[in-house]
């Protein structure tokens, strides 16, 4: 049993403690948004937010995740409004297939909340996510865009 | 294709239950002998035609049959639709039809393919008529509203106005009783200039969902009672199960079965996929390797080297004149051999499909390029007929030729098919995703050039030794053995053609094929062929002391198409101007796919051996563009996918498996390395060529070539990563 709080919700999950928190944000809670990619912490498919922090959800058990308050993708936007880096990645349609882009949305808005206008440099060093389609261009321009608004 | 699809008129409402995941369609067929044949979505609106489905709202629902995998054409196909109709773009939507669906209709959607960027160049025609009809049937039902000529009657953005009366009705009023009408049997097509939704960058439509974590992709099914296996294919190619120890792992938490699926691999079926993966790893597994075991990825290359001996028999691809003659007279030759490696294509979402399996029923629901290869691969494995399978496809989490093969959807299958009634998910690991891949195939090149008294090209031999991707995959396609799709991009015509002319050319493939499954992986055979080409025309161009830009113009004179996106690279990238201090260019130019490709990097050199791609001037000629922002972005994204390959893109064989397991062995390149890619589309028109892929030839060529500029050094083996050159 695992107590977590994801989204502002706490769900008690019956799973092992050794369990990645990613399988159980996908399988136990439910919430599909956030991806697997490598478990191997390698990709950041699975990034989430754990005390505002992006963290990569299949590199760290759930038992770890207990008492931090963790944000999925589905958990970004507050209400029906949409976060800046969804509504960037919308107006600037960064996405091609889209797998990796729950974790890379996660990562940049991560990275927008310490540094609000990151340089290129700063995003070179903080956005590490894979993306095998390609959208590295679309999303640096998406992220200047935000920090230029 | 679909030999094992009989194709049958099924009068029972086929109305497939996908509402549990959220996406698909629900179609009600309603065929009835005779009577009026308006076939309904499953909200009731009906279908104009099988392509264009009108709400009363006024949405218009526009049919894919091809895949979505990021690639945009999803989009694509929709505008190209869309402006035949005259409809309003911002009232489009889209769904797929079912290849079940379309097998019962008489493949009314046609081919559902999507590969060899083919997605919108082999369908243009079809589905703009199917937009051209339904606008023509629509206008035609307000016009016997009214009781007025067709003729007097026009229409904009889904609203149709009669002049003269001043009367106005819109799509979604006369939809029903357009349904009802004839279709007429021709239809004129828009001339390309007065397209107004093809050819502008529009945003693309699917693009929302994958921002708030809600598009379901096949990893993200759910169905009532559905359970999920993980699963472990014998990891020597072509070995087999001898035994394994379930006892071992049946006290596990959430485990449900243990399964051998066909001869080769072992499914954990359990609650939860992690449950499964955690017993699978537990679980004894004893193996029949067979002798592929004895293979590596040094035997492999001794083989492919034996192949690159004249004495050895090849197939000729494309040849004039008398190659050995004039190498043997002539006043210089080069010569130099080049390899290039197993590629896994690394989706970001690993290979899986969940599949329900009833003694009359089996449905997959999965990503796929081939919805009608899967729906084939549904049929052979569940033992059903026709009119019992179907596949309901979702978003791909990325395709590159990996998702039309259908062995993830055959073990689905086989596994659902031992658990009756469950729908079971399979998932693979990455583990089993980067070692059970279907790779790109493996590589060596021998060419010699040589030159008369004058420094002119007088012969070029390129003999390829390798792998053939149709002698695994599509042996049917063989020409007496030949593959030839090996020569693509060297070809001497048609949709891959050499670019240059040489008095006397030999391109012959002596075929080697291990043991390691080959498969269609972006790009192809187009992206060792360009580089071959390419960076060995680079070499000849030194060899003979002159700009490399001018010694391939000089040879591209009766082909004026590929000249003409090499030529607008070099004036992007101001060829003829000094680059700046510590910066310098290499270039390339390949056809494939039937699209014209050019491209020109400008890269620095650290320590002769750290790589800094700085800018990235890119070209094509597609014919014709129908989403420019699509294209840019297919442009800049094959420049991640070609670079990934060249400097990290290797998978090597240690006793007969693929070493590489994960990311951390295969690496992909992250934003840190992306260059600036600048994008420059010259469409002619006239012709329709591919998008997705033609570019990733010139990808890794044009920065070899810089770096060769840079260092005087020439690479000829991929990837980088095994010669010490990483990105800066
Ligand atoms: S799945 Fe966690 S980093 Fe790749
Ligand atoms: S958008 Fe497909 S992997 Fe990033």
Not at chain 1, 45 to 55: F, R, S, Y
Not at chain 2, 78 to 94: F, G, H, I, N, R
Not at chain 2, 229 to 251: H, L, M, Q, R, Y
Request: hydrophobic share 40%.
């Amino acid at each position: 049993m695992a107590n977590l709080t994801i989204n502002g919700k706490t769900f008690t999950l019956d799973v092992e403690p050794d369990t990645p928190l990613l399988w159980a944000i996908r399988e136990n809670a439910g919430l599909t948004g956030t991806k697997y990619g490598c478990g191997i912490a390698q990709c950041g498919a699975c990034t989430v937010h754990m005390d505002g922090v992006a963290t990569r959800s299949c590199g760290i058990s759930v038992a770890e995740a207990e008492g931090k308050k963790i944000t999925t993708i589905e958990g970004l936007a507050s209400g029906s409004t949409l976060h800046k880096v969804q509504q960037a990645w919308i107006a600037k349609d960064v996405p091609q297939c889209g797998y990796c882009q729950s974790g890379m949305i996660m990562a940049v808005a991560a990275l927008l909340n310490e540094k609000p206008k990151p340089t290129d440099a700063d995003i070179d060093e903080a956005i590490t996510n894979i993306c095998r389609c390609g959208t590295f261009q679309q999303v640096r321009e998406a992220i200047h865009t935000i920090a230029s608004a | 294709m679909n030999k094992h699809v009989s194709p049958k008129m099924n009068r029972r409402a086929f109305v497939i239950g996908t509402a549990a995941v959220g996406t698909g369609l629900a179609i009600g067929l309603d065929l009835p002998f005779g009577g009026p044949a308006v076939v309904r979505a499953a909200d009731g609106s009906p279908e104009v035609n099988a392509w264009v489905v009108i709400r009363p709202d006024d949405t218009v629902v526009i049919r894919i049959a091809r895949s979505e995998m990021g690639q945009g054409s999803l989009t694509g196909l929709a505008q190209l639709v869309a402006e035949e109709l005259e409809c309003d773009w911002s009232k489009v939507t889209t769904e797929y039809p079912t290849p079940g669906q379309s097998v019962a209709r008489k493949r009314v959607w046609g081919d559902f393919s999507t590969g060899g960027s083919r997605g919108i160049r082999s369908s243009q025609d079809y589905v703009r008529k199917g937009g051209a009809t339904a606008r023509v049937m629509l206008i035609q039902a307000a016009a016997d509203e009214w009781k007025v000529p067709a003729s007097e009657c026009t229409v904009a953005k889904g609203v149709i106005t009669h002049k003269a009366s001043g009367k106005t009705t819109t799509y979604g009023r006369v939809a029903e009783a357009a349904a009802k009408l004839t279709p007429p049997t021709e239809v004129k097509l828009k001339d390309p200039k007065d397209w107004t939704i093809v050819g502008k960058g529009l945003l693309r439509l699917d693009t929302a969902d994958k921002t708030t974590g809600t598009m379901v992709y096949g990893i993200d099914i759910k169905l009532p009672g559905m359970l999920n296996a993980a699963i472990k294919d014998c990891p020597v190619f072509g070995g087999k199960v001898k035994s394994f120890d379930e006892a071992k792992i049946t006290g596990m938490k959430g485990v449900k079965k243990v399964v051998k699926v066909g001869d080769s691999a072992v499914a954990v079926v359990a609650d939860t996929w992690w449950q499964a993966k955690t017993a699978l790893e537990a679980l004894p597994i004893v193996w029949d390797e067979g002798d592929n075991a004895k293979v590596s990825s040094e035997t492999i290359a001794k083989w492919l080297a034996e192949g690159l001996d004249d004495a050895q028999p090849a197939y000729v691809g494309n040849k004039n004149g008398d190659v050995k003659a004039a190498i043997a007279s002539a006043a210089k030759k080069v010569e130099a051999v080049y390899n290039y490696p197993y590629q896994n294509h690394a989706t970001m979402e690993p290979m899986n499909a969940t599949a329900l399996y009833t003694t009359d029923k089996c449905e997959v629901w999965c990503g796929t390029q081939n919805g009608e290869a899967a729906f084939a691969a549904v049929l052979e494995a569940s033992g059903l007929p026709a009119e019992k399978c179907d596949v309901h496809k979702v978003m791909l989490g990325g395709g590159f030729g990996r998702r039309g093969m259908t062995d993830y959807v055959r073990q689905a299958v086989a596994i659902a098919k031992q658990m009756p009634g469950t729908p079971i998910k399979l998932l693979w690991s990455r583990e089993e995703d980067m070692t059970h891949g279907k790779y790109h195939p493996i590589t060596q090149c021998k060419m010699t050039g040589a030159f008369d008294a004058d420094n002119n090209l007088v012969a070029l031999h390129y003999r390829l030794s390798g792998q053939s991707i149709l002698f695994s995959v599509r042996p049917d396609a063989l020409q007496n053995g030949m593959d030839p799709a090996a020569f693509q991009g060297v070809a001497q015509s048609g949709e891959a053609a050499l670019g240059y002319s040489v008095p006397n050319l030999l391109v012959e493939h002596s075929m080697r094929n291990p043991h390691v499954p080959p498969g269609f992986w972006r790009g192809v055979n187009v992206n060792h062929n360009a580089i071959y080409m390419e960076c060995f025309m680079d070499e000849l161009a030194h060899a003979a002391g002159q700009d490399p830009l001018e010694f391939r113009r000089k040879l591209m004179g009766k082909n004026p198409k590929h000249l003409a996106v090499l030529n607008a690279v070099a004036e992007k990238i101001g060829w003829t101007t000094p680059a700046p201090q510590g910066v310098y260019r290499g270039i390339a130019q390949v056809m494939g796919y039937g699209s014209y490709v050019a491209g020109a990097a400008e890269i620095s050199v650290t320590d002769g051996s750290k790589i800094k791609v700085l800018r990235i001037v890119a070209s094509t000629d597609p014919g014709y563009v129908v989403n420019p922002a699509q294209v840019e972005r297919q442009i800049a994204g094959s420049f991640v996918y070609g670079l990934s390959a060249l400097f990290y893109g290797g998978c090597t064989v240690k006793d007969g498996r693929i070493e590489q397991t994960n990311f951390d062995t295969f690496n992909s390149m992250r934003i840190n390395e992306m260059p600036k890619v600048e994008s420059v589309m010259v469409p002619s028109g006239g012709f329709w060529g591919g998008v997705g892929e033609p570019t990733i030839g010139v990808a890794a060529p044009a920065v070899l070539n810089a770096y060769f500029a840079a260092t005087g050094k020439r690479i000829r083996s991929v990837p980088l990563r095994d010669q010490n050159i990483s990105f800066a």
